[in-house]
């Protein structure tokens, strides 16, 4: 059964960093893309980042480009997040999905971050 | 970057009707590279149909996607009590993968 299982979530100050983890297991996590999506409360979801599997390419979405980091280590099954320079607006639950590939056919259950003073 | 219409905002319906999303592309979505995603209440989103039309695994065969180019609809022949939730479409044709802005199927 694939799992994927996020952490590293909570309050950060506008400005601010924070690191994101998602714990894969149950399918060859190197064998797929992954993505990190986002919903601010009460929102529709918004793409935010994906990875390739062997980690060579990767993408943004134009809000976070400069800002994020995605980055992945296969030998330990787990996809990263770097958020750098926080702002309001980057609070969200963020989600990891896995590619299909192309749709996200598995997601985890998302961690909260929340940007305030 | 490919903009996602949907419409209703939200649809009012009773179990057992059957419901009717859109979702409309600002451009030509590649390739038919469009899926549909159901999300309930304080859950993550889940996988329903992709490539326009086809159900992913364990999707049962109520839900139906079709439609290509710039016009998609997902259809659902008779609402199940489990089906009130929001439902959203994406492209991922490109990137960015954009999503549409959900529509609430609510039970009227």
């Known amino acids: 059964e694939v799992q994927l299982l996020e952490s590293g979530g909570g309050l950060v100050q506008p400005g601010g960093s924070l690191r994101l983890s998602c714990a894969a297991s149950?399918?060859?996590?190197?064998?797929?893309?992954v993505s990190w999506v986002r919903q601010a409360p009460g929102k529709g979801l918004e793409w935010v980042s994906d990875i390739g599997g062997t980690g060579h390419t990767t993408y943004y979405a134009d809000s976070v480009r400069g800002r994020f980091t995605v980055s992945r280590d296969n030998s330990k099954n787990t996809l990263y997040l770097q958020m750098n320079s926080l702002r309001a607006e980057d609070t969200a639950v963020y989600y990891c999905a896995k590619h299909l590939p192309g749709p996200f056919d598995s997601w985890g259950q998302g961690a909260l971050v929340t940007v305030s003073s | 970057e490919i903009v996602l219409t949907q419409s209703p905002g939200t649809l009012s319906l009773s179990p057992g009707e059957r419901a009717t999303l859109s979702c409309r592309a600002s451009?030509?979505?590649?390739?038919?590279?469009l899926a549909w995603y159901q999300q309930k209440p304080g859950q993550a989103p889940s996988l329903l149909v992709y490539g326009a039309s086809i159900r992913a695994t364990g999707i049962p065969d109520r839900f139906s996607g079709s439609g290509s180019g710039t016009d998609f609809t997902l259809t659902i022949s008779r609402l199940e009590p489990e089906d009130f939730a929001v439902y959203y479409c994406q492209q991922y044709g490109g990137t960015p993968r954009t999503f549409g802005q959900g529509t609430k199927v609510e039970i009227k």
């Open positions: 451009q030509s979505v590649s390739s038919s590279f």
């Open positions: 149950g399918f060859t996590f190197s064998s797929y893309a």
